[in-house]
């Protein structure tokens, strides 16, 4: 994710490592989705509740299958410098589909479990799930590329959340923890401790890059 000139080999190793497995979680949790989709998967609850008004459920849950399919690996450095083509539609179609899934989950969340905590945890991420997405996309029409980069990671760090709230949930359901309960805490918590990280790891970059800049009148 950082440039690439500016790391020594084992940090450039350590990234690499990082973001292999962020990829792999991501795409995991995708083909999750997908056998979701089919009904192979899943609490048979949720598709009897999803089944009844089908579309926004198709929609949420297709759309975040995209875009964990494609979201990790927009930060492979090769694959942006050696085919930028290829990297621009990846991103258009990310994009379109967090817009898609986005609207699907802003409709779920006042029907989702864990109550009005949870509905407001998952309607916030939607809302600025879609509103990220739009300012990253604006920011690289104006040609702003350091800009496009920080929202698309905060854009991916709310992608990412759907990994996250499987993980926890998983956790709370071996610690016993009632699934109502667990489910308003995962609604927040999936989601605000990755935004925190990026916003501290874009924090970082930029005083690196200040304090590696000459100054003008020396
Ligand atoms: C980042 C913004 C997202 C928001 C706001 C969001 C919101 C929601 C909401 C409100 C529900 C319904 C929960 C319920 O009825 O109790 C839901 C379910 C679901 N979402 Fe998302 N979601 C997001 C991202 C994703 C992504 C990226 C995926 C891709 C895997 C995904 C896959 C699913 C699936 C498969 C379900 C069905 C329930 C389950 O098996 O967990 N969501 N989501």
Known sequence: MSDHRTLSNGSRWLAGLG??????????????AIAFQARLVGDPSFHLRFDASPLFPSLHVIGGAVVLMLGGLQFWGALRRNYTKVHRWMGRIYLSFVLIGGIGGLVLAPQSNGGVVAHFGFGMLAVLW?????????????????????????????????????????????????????????????????????????????????????PQNA
Do not use: C
């Open 19 to 32: 973001l292999f497995i962020v990829i792999f979680m991501s795409v995991s949790i995708a083909f999750y």
């Open 130 to 214: 879609m509103f990220s997405g739009w300012q990253a996309y604006r920011s690289i029409r104006q040609g702003d590329v350091e800009a496009h980069r920080g929202w698309m990671l905060r854009n991916f760090a709310m992608t990412f959340g759907a990994v996250m709230l499987r993980i926890y949930l998983g956790l709370f359901a071996a610690a016993g923890v009632e699934f109502a309960e667990a489910y308003q805490t995962v609604a927040w918590i999936a989601w605000v401790p990755n935004l925190i990280l990026v916003e501290w790891y874009l924090v970082l970059m930029s005083q690196g890059k200040s304090r590696g800049r000459k």
